[in-house]
Nanobody
């Protein structure tokens, strides 16, 4: 499974950015996708994840982004989006998309940089 992110960039605090992710290859009908982020000197943090069932109970958001970030999926597809609003300088990080299913385990993209200036 190959995972490719797009989007990201530089924005001023309070602004918005959106990320996209697509997984391709031998993907499974039931899967999960999500986003981690890695800032210099900090541990990798799970930002958001959800399955492709469209069930809200499958979704998770880190407390640091809840209410500001929205993750969405195309139902039944292996695409994921992360809408990031009210961005803060502490959101600056490399954002990595992952795809996971029981057959393939987890696959990762190369990451996309998000920089929020104060």
């Amino acid at each position: 499974v190959q995972v490719v992110e797009s989007g990201g960039g530089t924005v001023q605090a309070g602004g918005s950015l959106s990320l996209s992710c697509i997984a391709s290859g031998s993907t499974a009908s039931i899967n999960a996708m999500g986003w981690y982020r890695q800032a210099p000197g900090k541990e990798r943090e799970l930002v958001a994840t959800t399955s492709n069932r469209g069930d809200p109970s499958d979704s998770y958001y880190a407390s640091s982004v809840k209410g500001r970030f929205i993750m969405s999926r195309d139902i039944g597809q292996t695409t994921a989006y992360l809408q990031m609003n009210s961005l803060k300088p502490e959101d600056t990080a490399e954002y990595l998309c992952f795809y996971g299913d029981q057959q393939n385990g987890e696959s990762w993209g190369h990451g996309t940089q998000v920089t929020v200036s104060s």
